[in-house]
């Protein structure tokens, strides 16, 4: 069964620009959730789809959105980058979110110059 | 008082030996507790779930989870090299009528020879 594939692997933008991150969920999984992981604060939760639904946001600014597609595959969207959007984005699936596993991606690393 | 708590570390273990790495969450009734292995530059992989007040073994890696003191823990028995990695804790909390998992900063583990 294949895993969680996220695409691309490396980014690197300038401030100002705006970014996509893609993620395919394990087959059969239908909950994505996305996460910024830096070395200072740890792993923070973004934001949960389900079903197409964005169930669940966590605590960042509007420039962070994101979508999901009726074959379950999920888009994260920055726009207007910042130097401190650098970061390691993860994305996970789970059959149907928080209170069951999550296996996570490879992640994309995104680097801001 | 942090959703999910755990020593940063860093934890030193000599090979062989047993490593015991803790977390304290904040919320009553989260129901669904994960750990997760993360070695330097790569994703998060989950190894033991844990759901209910005891113990849960898996090979060398035991869960242990207290729900009156709201306390889970990891034990890795014969602790190898290869076991040198970051360990997230990871708890599940209802927030606006969705799940979400929240997770601890991890503690660094290193396995000394």
């Known amino acids: 069964k294949a895993g969680v594939t996220q695409t691309p692997r490396y980014l690197i933008k300038t401030r100002g620009q705006q970014v996509t991150l893609s993620c395919s969920p394990i087959?059969?999984?239908?909950?994505v959730s996305w996460y910024q992981q830096t070395p200072g604060q740890g792993l923070q939760f973004l934001f949960e789809?389900?079903?197409?639904?964005?169930?669940n946001k966590g605590n960042f600014p509007g420039r962070f959105s994101g979508r999901q597609f009726s074959n379950s595959r999920s888009e994260m969207n920055v726009s207007t980058l910042e130097l401190g959007d650098s970061a390691l984005y993860l994305c996970?699936?789970?059959?149907?979110?928080?209170?069951?596993?999550?296996?996570f991606g490879d992640g994309t690393r995104l680097s801001i110059l | 008082q942090k959703e999910v708590e755990q020593n940063s570390g860093p934890l030193s273990v000599p090979e062989g030996a047993i490593a015991s790495l803790n977390c304290t969450y904040s919320?009553?009734?989260?129901?669904?507790f994960f750990w997760y292995r993360q070695y330097s530059g790569k994703s998060p992989e989950l190894i033991m779930s844990?759901?209910?007040?005891g113990d849960k073994e898996d090979g060398r890696f035991t869960a242990q989870l207290n729900k009156a003191s709201q306390y889970v823990s990891l034990l890795i028995r014969d602790s190898q090299p290869s076991d040198s990695a970051t360990y997230l804790c990871?708890?599940?909390?209802?927030?606006?009528?969705?799940?979400?998992?929240?997770f601890g900063q991890g503690t660094r583990l290193t396995i000394n020879p």
């Open positions: 996970a699936s789970s059959t149907d979110g928080g209170a069951q596993p999550q296996h």
């Open positions: 087959s059969g999984h239908r909950s």
């Open positions: 789809y389900f079903s197409e639904t964005q169930r």
């Open positions: 919320d009553r009734v989260s129901q669904s």
């Open positions: 844990i759901y209910s007040n």
């Open positions: 990871a708890v599940n909390r209802l927030i606006q009528g969705a799940q979400k998992l929240v």
